[in-house]
């Protein structure tokens, strides 16, 4: 009766909510008081980092934008923008709690001491970009003594100086100052994330600059909270957390796209007219070929050549919608190699890699074309089987269980892996608990010994 009356009340006093939004995001009392207190929410954010963000003429574009919108509903409160004219001065105006959020960061331990930051909701790339005559950097560490871009204040230039104390990190003052300088030969390459330096050499630098290499890191972005208010950052985690992934990829695709500006002078000559088609035509063909390019290193892992995690995770969404639709029965398996680690610790991580690459070949020669084969994480795989019950699956697992179990790795000899696997059905209706369920299975083949298929 309490928690009615509260909302209620909260619907007569704070036109910017619902009951919708209250229900949706499951808030507590002390959640919902203090939402109800909050007239606005101040929000700073990376005035220039296309496609992510950017201020431009006052207002805040860009996915970021898009995701603010989402979460923006969902919390019911006004999130108002607090321009700047730099990532450093919002680094600056956080410190100064001018902001209460930022709309896109990732922790360091220099800022948890003034900024919690929720749980990601972007996970990006981190690659390297240098001109076009330089080869492709397998090993990042082989860098010694080149100097490398990094815009002032970014998170991974604190990260990379502790992890590569050999390279020359040097700060610049935004993604195209850290480009131009590695077009004018002043850098030999510029540290950034996938979407943003791709997105930013279609416009500027085509032709000039390529994706030459890929870092182990990850940017796992999410929203940054100050750290006296404890309550928005568990707010904003549950709205985040309520964000569908048809959602997300929605958001990326919009913004993966290209845009074309074309505008023609018709006062010139026609000589003119005809080269400046060809130009287009040819620019048209390069950019077409460098988004494939794009869009293919978006969804795959740098090390195995197979799906990545943000592609596995679009799968499912798709699968999900055809078993909604037509009852499309679908199944997944989580495989773990066994005792990597002492892989790892005996022949070290070079060797480990080596490893990786050869188990991804082997169960890649034994399944079907249109099974999604995919890198979970570290040395988890992730294979879905669509049109594909339980019983099918486990067969198919065993089939792969015994595949790996004989196989003879060339570094390390032989090793074993174990399965879990489950089902999407009417019991496991969401990707999450089918998920949880294969999760659960993996790790009680794991306890059982290893080197087992579970199903739960």
Same mark, same amino acid.
């Given at each position: 009766?309490?928690?009615?009356?509260?909302?209620?009340?909260a619907?007569f006093?704070?036109g910017a909510?619902?009951?919708t939004?209250?229900?949706?995001l499951?808030l507590?009392?002390?959640?919902?008081?203090?939402?109800?207190?909050?007239k606005?929410?101040?929000?700073?954010?990376?005035?220039?980092?296309?496609?992510?963000?950017?201020?431009?003429?006052g207002k805040?574009?860009?996915?970021?934008?898009?995701?603010?919108?989402?979460l923006?509903?969902?919390i019911g409160?006004?999130?108002?923008?607090v321009?700047?004219?730099?990532?450093?001065?919002?680094?600056?105006?956080?410190k100064?709690?001018?902001?209460?959020?930022?709309?896109?960061a990732?922790p360091?331990e220099?800022?948890?001491?003034?900024?919690d930051?929720t749980?990601?909701?972007l996970t990006?790339?981190?690659?390297l970009?240098?001109?076009?005559?330089?080869?492709?950097?397998?090993?990042?560490?082989k860098?010694?003594?080149?100097?490398?871009?990094i815009v002032?204040?970014?998170?991974?230039?604190?990260?990379?100086?502790?992890?590569y104390?050999?390279?020359?990190?040097?700060?610049?003052?935004s993604?195209?100052?850290?480009l131009?300088k590695v077009?004018?030969?002043?850098?030999?390459?510029?540290?950034?994330?996938?979407?943003?330096?791709?997105y930013?050499?279609?416009?500027?630098?085509?032709?000039?600059?390529?994706i030459?290499?890929?870092?182990d890191?990850?940017?796992?972005?999410?929203v940054?909270?100050?750290n006296d208010?404890p309550?928005?950052?568990?707010?904003f985690?549950?709205?985040?957390?309520d964000?569908?992934?048809?959602?997300?990829q929605?958001?990326?695709?919009?913004?993966?796209?290209?845009?074309?500006?074309?505008?023609?002078?018709y006062?010139?000559?026609?000589?003119?007219?005809?080269?400046?088609?060809v130009?287009?035509?040819?620019?048209?063909y390069?950019?077409?070929?460098?988004? @494939?390019?794009?869009?293919?290193?978006?969804? &795959? %892992?740098n090390?195995t050549?197979i799906?990545n995690?943000? $592609? /596995?995770?679009?799968?499912?969404?798709?699968?999900a919608?055809l078993?909604?639709?037509?009852?499309?029965p679908?199944?997944v398996?989580?495989?773990?190699?066994d005792?990597?680690?002492?892989?790892?610790?005996r022949y070290?991580?070079?060797s480990?890699?080596v490893?990786?690459?050869?188990?991804t070949?082997?169960?890649?020669?034994?399944?079907?074309?249109?099974?999604i084969?995919?890198?979970w994480?570290?040395? @988890?795989?992730?294979?879905?089987?669509?049109? &594909? %019950?339980?019983h099918?699956?486990?067969?198919q697992?065993? $089939? /792969?269980?015994?595949?790996?179990a004989k196989?003879?790795?060339?570094i390390?000899?032989h090793?074993?892996?174990?399965?879990?696997?489950?089902?999407f059905?009417e019991?496991?209706?969401?990707i999450?608990?089918?998920?949880?369920?294969?999760?659960?299975a993996?790790?009680?083949?794991?306890?059982?010994?290893r080197?087992?298929?579970v199903?739960?």
């Amino acid at each position: 009766m309490t928690r009615l009356l509260t909302q209620l009340l909260a619907v007569f006093f704070c036109g910017a909510f619902s009951l919708t939004v209250l229900a949706q995001l499951s808030l507590t009392d002390e959640e919902r008081s203090y939402l109800y207190s909050k007239k606005k929410i101040t929000m700073c954010i990376d005035p220039a980092w296309m496609p992510l963000e950017k201020i431009e003429k006052g207002k805040h574009i860009g996915m970021t934008a898009d995701y603010m919108a989402i979460l923006q509903k969902k919390i019911g409160v006004p999130i108002e923008l607090v321009p700047t004219i730099s990532w450093t001065q919002s680094i600056e105006y956080a410190k100064a709690r001018k902001c209460d959020i930022f709309s896109l960061a990732m922790p360091t331990e220099e800022r948890l001491t003034y900024m919690d930051f929720t749980r990601p909701y972007l996970t990006i790339p981190l690659v390297l970009a240098t001109k076009m005559d330089k080869f492709f950097v397998v090993d990042i560490s082989k860098l010694e003594g080149k100097k490398l871009g990094i815009v002032k204040g970014y998170a991974f230039g604190e990260i990379l100086r502790d992890k590569y104390p050999s390279l020359i990190i040097v700060d610049v003052d935004s993604l195209y100052d850290g480009l131009e300088k590695v077009n004018r030969r002043e850098l030999y390459g510029f540290i950034g994330t996938l979407i943003t330096i791709g997105y930013e050499s279609q416009r500027n630098f085509v032709g000039e600059i390529k994706i030459a290499g890929k870092f182990d890191e990850q940017w796992q972005l999410g929203v940054v909270i100050r750290n006296d208010k404890p309550l928005l950052k568990t707010i904003f985690d549950k709205a985040i957390a309520d964000i569908s992934e048809k959602q997300k990829q929605d958001i990326l695709n919009q913004w993966l796209a290209i845009r074309y500006e074309q505008v023609v002078n018709y006062r010139d000559l026609w000589p003119w007219l005809i080269l400046s088609a060809v130009f287009i035509l040819y620019r048209f063909y390069v950019l077409r070929k460098y988004n @494939e390019q794009l869009k293919c290193l978006s969804i &795959t %892992d740098n090390l195995t050549q197979i799906y990545n995690r943000l $592609k /596995l995770d679009a799968e499912l969404e798709q699968q999900a919608n055809l078993y909604d639709r037509y009852k499309q029965p679908f199944s997944v398996m989580i495989i773990d190699i066994d005792l990597f680690k002492q892989v790892n610790d005996r022949y070290g991580h070079q060797s480990g890699d080596v490893v990786l690459v050869e188990f991804t070949q082997a169960i890649k020669k034994h399944i079907r074309k249109t099974d999604i084969f995919g890198r979970w994480g570290g040395e @988890e795989f992730m294979l879905i089987i669509p049109n &594909t %019950d339980i019983h099918k699956a486990m067969i198919q697992a065993e $089939k /792969l269980r015994l595949l790996i179990a004989k196989h003879n790795f060339k570094i390390v000899g032989h090793l074993t892996a174990s399965f879990g696997v489950a089902q999407f059905d009417e019991e496991n209706n969401t990707i999450k608990q089918l998920i949880s369920k294969a999760d659960k299975a993996l790790y009680q083949a794991k306890d059982q010994g290893r080197n087992r298929v579970v199903r739960l």
